[in-house]
């Protein structure tokens, strides 16, 4: 079954790095693009960054662009997220995900269990 | 950005009632409009894309409908099971893709 498996979170000072892994199995990696959505403590979801399936093309939010860096590898079914100067509002659980709607409006839609980041000196 | 309004922020039915979710964009996105929910302590779960196309899986009491700037979700037979934050998604004009703040749904 499809699987998606984040890794990386943890506890960071303000200003700190810290880089999450996505890893992926159970689907054809290489033709997916591939998501990140974060959802801080007890608030809504919030699309962070994607990478095209071959990884031609990568978009950021406005809050995380310069700060943060998507990339793939496909022959290791993996994805990860660098983030650099993070922010205390940048504390939240970080999802990998396929997407179905921009994926051109599909059902095949799969998430991760998500990682926590908590930014805090 | 596409912002996304959702309303109400809470809903509270008995069971067996049907819940009305509107989700409103400050665009058009056309039919490029996805419902997730998300129960308490779980992953996002898509129900509806393409504005009213059911997921794979997803009972047929859920529902959705809605074109341009107006959408809605509607849960028909309300079930204790269905206590969840419901999300609107657009995917018409991205990056950003972008969220409704939710609404969440409680039964009485």
Same mark, same amino acid.
């Given at each position: 079954?499809?699987?998606?498996?984040?890794?990386?979170?943890?506890?960071?000072?303000?200003?700190?790095?810290?880089?999450?892994?996505?890893?992926?199995?159970?689907?054809?990696?290489?033709?997916?693009?591939?998501?990140?959505?974060?959802?801080?403590?007890?608030?809504?979801?919030?699309? %962070?960054?994607?990478?095209?399936?071959? &990884? /031609?093309?990568?978009?950021?939010?406005?809050?995380?662009?310069?700060?943060? !860096?998507? *990339?793939?590898?496909?022959?290791?079914?993996?994805?990860?997220?660098?983030?650099?100067?993070?922010?205390?509002?940048?504390?939240?659980?970080?999802?990998?995900? %396929?997407?179905?709607?921009?994926?051109? &409006? /599909?059902?095949?839609?799969?998430?991760?269990?998500?990682?926590?980041?908590? !930014?805090? *000196? | 950005?596409?912002?996304?309004?959702?309303?109400?922020?809470?809903?509270?039915?008995?069971?067996?009632?049907?819940?009305?979710?509107?989700?409103?964009?400050?665009?058009?996105?056309?039919?490029?409009?996805?419902?997730?929910?998300?129960?308490?302590?779980?992953?996002?779960?898509?129900?509806?894309?393409?504005?009213?196309?059911?997921?794979?899986?997803?009972?047929?009491?859920?529902?959705?409908?809605?074109?341009?700037?107006?959408?809605?979700?509607?849960?028909?037979?309300?079930?204790?099971?269905?206590?969840?934050?419901?999300?609107?998604?657009?995917?018409?004009?991205?990056?950003?893709?972008?969220?409704?703040?939710?609404?969440?749904?409680?039964?009485?």
């Amino acid at each position: 079954q499809v699987q998606l498996v984040e890794s990386g979170g943890g506890v960071v000072q303000p200003g700190r790095s810290l880089r999450l892994s996505c890893a992926a199995s159970g689907f054809n990696f290489n033709a997916y693009g591939i998501h990140w959505v974060r959802q801080a403590p007890g608030k809504g979801l919030e699309w %962070v960054a994607a990478i095209l399936f071959d &990884g /031609s093309k990568k978009f950021y939010a406005d809050a995380v662009k310069g700060r943060f !860096v998507i *990339s793939r590898d496909n022959s290791k079914n993996t994805m990860t997220l660098e983030m650099s100067s993070l922010r205390g509002d940048d504390t939240a659980v970080y999802y990998c995900a %396929v997407l179905g709607g921009p994926a051109g &409006g /599909s059902s095949f839609d799969h998430w991760g269990q998500g990682t926590l980041v908590t !930014v805090s *000196s | 950005e596409i912002v996304m309004t959702q309303s109400p922020v809470t809903l509270s039915l008995f069971p067996g009632e049907s819940a009305t979710l509107s989700c409103r964009a400050r665009q058009s996105v056309g039919s490029n409009l996805a419902w997730y929910q998300q129960k308490p302590g779980q992953v996002p779960r898509l129900l509806i894309y393409g504005a009213s196309a059911r997921a794979n899986g997803i009972p047929d009491r859920f529902s959705g409908s809605g074109s341009g700037t107006e959408f809605t979700l509607t849960i028909s037979g309300l079930q204790s099971e269905d206590v969840a934050v419901y999300y609107c998604q657009q995917y018409n004009n991205w990056p950003p893709l972008t969220f409704g703040g939710g609404t969440k749904v409680e039964i009485k």
